[in-house]
């Protein structure tokens, strides 16, 4: 009879290289996922010609770009699960002593995620078919189509804008402050989240002020800079974890923070 063994959580924990592998392929999905969605509503964004922004323009360029538009809209929810990804894997990085303040950043990135997801997929679906059908059906009065829009499109860049911008930027703060104090990576990489995440409050308080084409474009900027903020973060971890303290495997406790971090 096979003796039973009990097998302690930190045996059963993930290998320090699985870990690696994990946040390595977080931040190459992040970068690919928000570089993908910036392009593409930036298009959609042009082709429109949404910088004097009207929900009866909106709602006539839904019918007749219903593929680019569905599109845009997927890429979006992409991109805001890609960032979720990316908060949850600097859980893996960061040292022990900072856990609660970086799930304090996942729940509110989590929040942040499921605003975008209620937002997105209320307009893809919803906003899109309310416009098909006034497009479809001319009987129906163009002031009517756009009164039942409206509270879409507003309850929409509420959540999404104003709402999802400002959660997933005090999260991202939380990171940055605990990547300034830790001493496992470099502090360039807390500096480069800052702009980041500032980015992404400025434009929800450009949206509560009703500047809503330039918060539209700190959108686009935010999500672009979290495209080569994801990519620097990639390649700043893999230096430290191929560095040769991160592979001694004589470092005695008190030398290093490394052996209380997320690596081991």
Known sequence: MTEFRPV???ASAPSPMRRH?????TCLFSTFAHTIATLICVYTFREGGFVQFTPSKLM????????LWRSCCLSVMLSSFSTLVFILAMREVLEEKYRFIVGVAVCLSMIACCQDFSAISRMMVLFADISLQGMINPSYLK???????????NQSITETFLLASFLYGMSGFCIALCLTKTNILPRT????????WSLMIIS????FMGYLPVAIIFVFSANLALSVLSAFTGVAIDAVLKSPLARSPNISPGESDLENSGFF
């Open 8 to 10: 302690s959580a930190l």
């Open 21 to 25: 592998r994990f946040v390595q392929v």
């Open 60 to 67: 006539q360029f839904v019918p007749e770009h219903l593929l």
């Open 143 to 153: 002031q009517e189509i756009v009164l039942m829009g409206w509270p879409l499109i």
């Open 189 to 196: 990489l807390a500096f480069a989240h800052l702009p980041v």
């Open 204 to 207: 929800s308080i450009l949206t």
